[in-house]
């Protein structure tokens, strides 16, 4: 019988299922990949068939054999390959000569060939290993832990997130993301106060992280209006959050480059694609044909039958397009949106003012730059012309510190910096408040007036 609080539900969601996207960890590196059945994964240098993770826990922790098949590794197997409780006080008599190890490198090898795992290597090295006694309790650990990043091939599957996968584009690829630091865009959605039910607007060029960030936060519920450059947007990043297909029936699409037509009243949703107006225009003589085999003609139609095929499904891409394009107008054309968010690696300021235009009065917005100087340009802009108030520039710093028993103190390499964001919140600004009380409705200014007569007759 099922649970009625939903416990199972809850535990099928927590298990790893083929299509979705996961994350493999080894030590500090991540990748992004599909769970597919007999499809081999590169990781690390390392072949590896995800078929043995298919219904297992996310979190779970595999060993990779030779043929490259995960093993479900046990919690037991965790506590350390060594008993010997035998340590040194110090470290000072200690030479590194390079012959503190009697396994040579052909030694290893042939322990590998054998079918020995990382952790029964290991215990072969301290067991071979004539300083390892002598050394402090510490630089024992610390031994371990470097051979069992050398010899142990364990992966761990993560859950797709916001934390894990900027970790993993800052530490693999992180010029694709603008060099944006995990804790940088951490603040970019607070700033930015992106939320369940909000209507948001995103100019990116990061991947299409920030865009499921920003998906991610606010759950599902509410509208996302991707602003993009060139052909198309880039969305490499947001696919890898792996969302359900209702989350994608919240984001909508629209061109930068139709931003000032939109504005100005000009855009013009029918506009027919030129290319395919020529290629239905230009069609093939059939009259020059004077006289064809059984099985040329058999071949000529069949090339028929698909270029018809192919003109029919970009027809039908093409509409599907235009209303795309029709949805996220009308989401923008109400100028009414709850926040901008910007991470480009163009300059931000030409954007920034045009799409302000859009946002609601008393709306945060956030602008993210991997240089200080176009975001003081933007902040100049925005104090000469006004539209916005509670401007911040600011940048993070980030430190991470090791803390162990006796051991605590800050980790010498450290990110040297973690870019640049600009902050406000948008106001009305003078000339709509006056176009505003304006076009008050007449009857309250009769009203007031009555009162005023009113009033001063009784004096």
């Given at each position: 019988m099922a649970d009625p609080l939903g416990v199972e539900s809850d535990e099928e969601e927590c298990r790893i299922c083929e299509g979705e996207y996961v994350v493999l960890k080894r030590g500090e590196v991540y990748k992004s990949v599909q769970v597919e059945k007999r499809k081999k994964v590169i990781f690390e240098k390392q072949w590896i068939f995800m078929d043995n993770a298919v219904g297992q826990l996310y979190g779970s922790t595999f060993e990779v054999d030779s043929g490259g098949i995960l093993n479900l590794r046990k919690p037991k197997q965790d506590e350390d390959s060594t008993d010997n409780k035998e340590a040194g006080l110090d470290n000072r008599h200690i030479v590194d000569d390079g012959?503190?190890?009697?396994?040579?490198?052909?030694?290893?090898?042939?322990?590998?060939?054998?079918?020995?795992?990382?952790?029964?290597?290991?215990?072969?090295?301290?067991?071979?290993?004539?300083?390892?006694?002598?050394?402090t309790e510490f630089a024992q650990e610390k031994y371990i832990k470097k051979k069992k990043k050398k010899y142990e091939s364990n992966v761990t599957v993560l859950k797709p997130s916001c934390r894990i996968l900027a970790m993993m584009y800052h530490g693999r690829e992180p010029g694709k993301i603008c060099h944006l630091r995990y804790d940088t865009l951490a603040h970019m959605l607070t700033m930015g106060n992106i939320h369940a039910g909000s209507k948001i607007i995103v100019f990116e060029t990061c991947?299409?992280?920030?865009?499921?960030?920003?998906?991610?936060?606010?759950?599902?519920?509410?509208?996302?209006?991707?602003?993009?450059?060139?052909?198309?947007?880039?969305?490499?990043?947001?696919?890898?959050?792996?969302?359900?297909?209702?989350?994608?029936?919240?984001?909508?699409?629209?061109?930068?480059?139709?931003?000032?037509?939109?504005?100005?009243?000009?855009?013009?949703?029918?506009?027919?694609?030129?290319?395919?107006?020529s290629e239905e225009?230009?069609?093939?003589?059939?009259?020059?044909?004077?006289?064809?085999?059984?099985?040329?003609?058999?071949?000529?139609?069949?090339?028929?039958?698909?270029?018809?095929?192919?003109?029919?499904?970009?027809?039908?891409?093409?509409?599907?397009?235009?209303?795309?394009l029709a949805a996220a107008a009308a989401l923008l054309e109400g100028r009414n949106a709850d926040g901008l968010v910007i991470a480009s690696r163009f300059s931000p300021c030409s954007a920034l003012l045009c799409l302000l235009k859009f946002v609601a009065p008393s709306r945060p917005f956030?602008?993210?730059?991997?240089?200080?100087?176009?975001?003081?340009?933007?902040?100049?802009?925005?104090?000469?012309?006004?539209?916005?108030?509670?401007?911040?520039?600011?940048?993070?710093?980030?430190?991470?510190?090791?803390?162990?028993?006796?051991?605590?103190?800050?980790?010498?390499?450290?990110?040297?910096?973690?870019?640049?964001?600009?902050?406000?919140?948008?106001?009305?600004?003078?000339?709509?408040?006056?176009?505003?009380?304006?076009?008050?409705?007449?009857?309250?200014?009769?009203?007031?007036?009555?009162?005023?007569?009113?009033?001063?007759s009784s004096a």
């Open positions: 012959k503190s190890q009697k396994l040579t490198r052909d030694d290893i090898e042939s322990l590998k060939e054998q079918g020995l795992k990382g952790q029964e290597i290991i215990q072969q090295l301290i067991d071979n290993s004539t300083t390892f006694k002598d050394k991947a299409g992280l920030v865009l499921g960030s920003v998906m991610e936060r606010m759950g599902g519920h509410g509208s996302v209006v991707q602003m993009y450059p060139g052909g198309g947007p880039v969305r490499a990043g947001m696919e890898s959050f792996g969302f359900p297909s209702h989350f994608h029936e919240t984001l909508h699409e629209f061109p930068l480059c139709k931003v000032n037509a939109l504005l100005s009243g000009t855009l013009n949703l029918d506009e027919k694609d030129m290319d395919s107006q225009g230009s069609s093939e003589p059939q009259s020059m044909e004077v006289s064809l085999d059984p099985a040329e003609a058999k071949k000529r139609e069949e090339r028929e039958k698909l270029r018809e095929q192919k003109a029919q499904e970009k027809k039908a891409k093409l509409e599907e397009k235009r209303k795309r956030v602008v993210y730059c991997q240089y200080r100087e176009p975001l003081i340009e933007c902040y100049t802009k925005l104090r000469e012309q006004g539209g916005a108030i509670s401007l911040r520039l600011t940048d993070s710093w980030l430190r991470h510190y090791q803390v162990l028993p006796n051991r605590t103190h800050p980790v010498l390499l450290m990110s040297g910096g973690g870019g640049y964001l600009l902050s406000g919140i948008t106001v009305a600004s003078a000339a709509s408040g006056a176009q505003q009380k304006s076009s008050e409705p007449a009857a309250k200014r009769i009203k007031l007036d009555e009162i005023t007569s009113t009033a001063d």
